[in-house]
């Protein structure tokens, strides 16, 4: 059953079996949210923990969020990458373990973080306008600075970090019968000439932020936690390079659930191949990507369409009300009228219970939907699995 209002208690009715609440949310803490554009490009660091420490109203608006739909686990997106002493603990401390607006405060005894590509300076002018700027739309992944759009996970199960891999550092050009974007003539027809020199490709990390495998233990089973954050499908030009390179970044996961098509993976530490076909997972994240609408054909159709993955099309009413005009609101998860963010299962795990979170009207909570400054322009996908 598709709920199409939020539950708080799915599953805990007596007799249900018991759940646990796995949810993506695209917070959109990113500097944008606190800067100018014009203060944007003078930066060097992330502004996050400063305003962590400044009791922020958008801040506590997810932190509301995050205890009103109370997700066991929890991929948080553009959530900067820096120390946790500066940044997620904070964010644990005075805000998730603080009541919001009556909400019972929440507490994640577990977290991940990582670097991510966005931000970290490249020696090219890889937009070729003639400047090689380092950050920016020229940074590996496009950010003013180190760790910008980052991702964290929470969770109050066992995180077993020690059997974690990351690809943040796996080349695009690694990838078999990868998409490469050509510079096209006056005509926006493609020339014979790359994008991105041989260069600049022996060392473009396919992954705009990062990818990960981050194994949970929840009792005597153990899920992979698939997350991720391609780039968005835009932001370029005719040459389409972001398009494919979301394409591929889609893919890369696509591929790790796929035995026969992971040999070429391989992760920071150097170990090849994919998921076993017995392990559970769950893909994760802003996928950048709507299924019939991307930068390029069947973008998200590559994970949707997969037969390890059960796609249980997470809805809401705050969606269909928020675009009545459009077919398939009701998946929505962005203000921007897109479906974009996925909480993904293996078809193994059962699901008892999915939704977006996106109150109406005077629904609980409503008021942290009516602008991005409230909290984010995305919202929280979950989904309830029998344990």
Do not use: C
Not at 159 to 176: S, V
Not at 277 to 299: P, R, T
Not at 372 to 379: E, K, L, Q, T
Request: charge should be negative.
């Amino acid at each position: 059953m598709i709920p199409t209002s939020f539950n708080a208690t799915a599953g805990s009715g007596k007799g249900e079996p018991e759940t646990i609440r796995v949810a993506t949310f695209n917070v959109s803490m990113d500097a944008s949210n606190y800067l100018s554009d014009s203060e944007l490009p003078q930066l060097d660091k992330s502004p996050v923990p400063e305003v962590l420490q400044q009791d922020h109203e958008q801040i506590r608006g997810i932190a509301e969020i995050l205890q009103r739909v109370r997700p066991d686990i929890v991929l948080l997106n553009e959530f900067d990458y820096v120390d946790k002493e500066i940044g997620v603990n904070v964010f644990q401390e005075k805000y998730l373990s603080v009541s919001q607006n009556g909400q019972k405060a929440i507490e994640y005894p577990y977290a991940y973080i990582a670097p991510v590509n966005t931000g970290v300076p490249s020696p090219f002018d890889l937009n070729r306008d003639g400047k090689a700027q380092g950050t920016g739309i020229d940074a590996w992944g496009f950010g003013w600075y180190p760790g910008q759009y980052g991702m964290v996970i929470l969770s109050k199960y066992p995180l077993l970090t020690d059997k974690a891999r990351t690809f943040q550092h796996f080349l695009w050009k690694d990838m078999p019968g990868r998409h490469i974007p050509y510079v096209m003539n006056k005509q926006e027809q493609p020339t014979d000439e790359p994008w991105y020199s041989d260069e600049i490709m022996a060392q473009y990390p396919l992954s705009s932020k990062s990818h990960w495998d981050i194994p949970v233990q929840v009792g005597d089973k153990v899920i992979h936690l698939l997350a991720a954050h391609p780039v968005p499908p835009a932001f370029d030009g005719p040459e389409n390079s972001n398009g494919m390179r979301n394409y591929d970044e889609i893919r890369l996961f696509a591929d790790y659930l796929t035995p026969g098509k992971d040999n070429y993976i391989y992760d920071d530490e150097g170990t090849r191949g994919g998921l076993e076909q017995n392990e559970s997972f769950i893909v994760m994240g802003d996928m950048n990507a709507e299924a019939g609408s991307g930068g390029v054909d069947g973008a998200i159709e590559q994970l949707l369409q997969h037969p390890r993955v059960n796609d249980v099309k997470p809805q809401s009413r705050g969606g269909e009300q928020h675009s009545p005009d459009k077919q398939g609101s009701q998946y929505h998860t962005a203000a921007w009228r897109k479906r974009v963010d996925y909480v993904l299962p293996s078809n193994d795990l059962i699901v008892k219970d999915a939704g977006v979170f996106w109150p109406v009207g005077d629904e609980a909570g409503s008021r942290l939907m009516q602008k991005r400054s409230a909290s984010s322009d995305h919202r929280m996908v979950w989904l309830d699995i029998v344990k």
